[in-house]
């Protein structure tokens, strides 16, 4: 099994930034892509940027792109989401997810738990 922990959330104004971080464990061994995605009070859980397990491709929500980093740390089974330009409607339960299936699009049948990122006006 792979367990995914997030960590890095918090209250920040917007037009900061945060970087969030997910540590995979266990059999990480099968993990071909990671991935975050995030979900709003109210809304459906929705697709944020993924990133293969070597780092060479990467994919970004168009809502994201330009603000949002995804980057892979080879020497450590982490996982980083370098998020900038934050906005109030980024505010969101961020989850961490992984799959042993070739290329960005899942499925994702390993998850995290979350971190809570609060962007206030």
């Known amino acids: 099994q792979v367990q995914l922990v997030e960590s890095g959330g918090g209250l920040v104004q917007a037009g900061g930034s945060l970087r969030l971080s997910c540590d995979a464990s266990g059999r990480t061994l099968p993990i071909l892509a990671m991935a975050w995605f995030r979900q709003a009070p109210g809304k459906e859980r929705e697709f944020v940027a993924a990133?293969?397990?070597?780092?060479?491709?990467?994919n970004y929500a168009d809502s994201v792109k330009g603000r949002f980093a995804i980057s892979r740390d080879n020497a450590k089974t982490t996982m980083y989401l370098q998020m900038n330009s934050l906005q109030p409607e980024d505010t969101a339960a961020y989850y961490c997810?992984?799959?042993?299936?070739?290329?960005?699009?899942?499925?994702?049948?390993?998850w995290g738990q979350g971190t809570q990122v609060t962007v206030s006006p």
């Open positions: 997810a992984a799959s042993s299936y070739a290329g960005l699009r899942g499925p994702w049948p390993y």
């Open positions: 990133i293969t397990w070597s780092g060479v491709s990467t």
